[in-house]
């Protein structure tokens, strides 16, 4: 059992300088394999990887989504990326290795597939598909539930959440610090950014798909 993300950038063709977030993107995904055999982006905006790990979909979603709404395109002044990611996590068996990741076959590929073409008509950005339907109901009831608090996102929220998921015992303290501010100033973007329950909804992802796994 593998998971499989599908996804493009949103909005991408208003960023006149794709370097901005593409080159970051790229940088982040080789964290999960080499490409093209483990990871690829076709297309100028349509990405796929492959995470090894079922239960760790979710965070790497999340952290490709801090990726992109953190991006500060043209100003950087600008409180609001004007880009943003949808993806879609298929989790399943991989029945045939290809060179390419897009050559590549089995049920997290299909489904991942399948739930990236639904993702539009649901209006949602990020969402799960699997072979436990109850599984996915309930996941992709919290992810829309996310999504919506991620969708009020500043790029300094995104920047907070950024250092979360890749220090996951940081303190508020060393946040401060890191980003130049008083604790006090950390805690307010903290729950502005709703990050506990964000962390709580990857924090049960994991805790359920460990379970459901063999």
Same mark, same amino acid.
């Given at each position: 059992?593998?998971?499989?993300?599908?996804?493009? +950038?949103?909005?991408?063709?208003?960023?006149?300088?794709?370097?901005?977030?593409?080159?970051?993107?790229?940088?982040?995904?080789?964290?999960?394999?080499?490409?093209?055999?483990?990871?690829?982006?076709?297309?100028?905006?349509?990405?796929?990887?492959?995470?090894?790990?079922?239960?760790?979909?979710?965070?790497?979603?999340?952290?490709?989504?801090?990726?992109?709404?953190?991006?500060?395109?043209?100003?950087?002044?600008?409180?609001?990326?004007? +880009?943003?990611?949808?993806?879609?996590? &298929?989790?399943?068996?991989?029945?045939?290795?290809?060179?390419?990741?897009?050559?590549?076959? &089995?049920?997290?590929?299909?489904?991942?597939?399948?739930?990236?073409?639904?993702?539009?008509?649901?209006?949602?950005?990020?969402?799960?598909?699997?072979?436990?339907?109850?599984?996915?109901?309930?996941?992709?009831?919290?992810?829309?539930?996310?999504?919506?608090?991620?969708?009020?996102?500043?790029?300094?929220?995104?920047?907070?959440?950024?250092?979360?998921?890749?220090?996951?015992?940081?303190?508020?303290?060393?946040? &401060?610090?890191?980003?130049? +501010?008083?604790?006090?100033?950390?805690?307010?973007?903290?729950?502005?950014?709703?990050?506990?329950?964000?962390?709580?909804?990857?924090?049960?992802?994991?805790?359920?798909?460990?379970?459901?796994?063999?």
């Amino acid at each position: 059992m593998i998971a499989v993300i599908k996804g493009d +950038i949103v909005a991408s063709r208003k960023v006149e300088d794709q370097d901005i977030w593409l080159k970051p993107l790229k940088d982040l995904l080789a964290k999960w394999g080499s490409t093209p055999e483990q990871w690829e982006v076709v297309w100028g905006d349509f990405f796929q990887v492959e995470i090894p790990n079922p239960a760790d979909a979710l965070q790497v979603a999340f952290e490709i989504k801090t990726l992109v709404k953190k991006t500060k395109p043209l100003a950087s002044e600008k409180k609001m990326s004007i +880009i943003d990611v949808r993806m879609a996590i &298929g989790i399943g068996e991989k029945t045939y290795s290809g060179k390419r990741i897009s050559e590549s076959n &089995g049920t997290a590929f299909i489904y991942s597939g399948e739930k990236f073409d639904t993702l539009k008509k649901e209006n949602a950005t990020i969402g799960v598909k699997s072979n436990w339907q109850t599984f996915d109901e309930e996941v992709n009831l919290y992810l829309k539930l996310t999504n919506t608090l991620m969708e009020r996102w500043t790029v300094s929220s995104a920047e907070l959440m950024d250092i979360v998921l890749q220090n996951p015992d940081v303190t508020q303290e060393e946040i &401060g610090r890191q980003l130049g +501010i008083k604790q006090s100033g950390v805690s307010g973007r903290w729950s502005r950014a709703c990050i506990d329950e964000i962390l709580k909804v990857e924090s049960m992802f994991r805790k359920k798909i460990e379970v459901l796994l063999p």
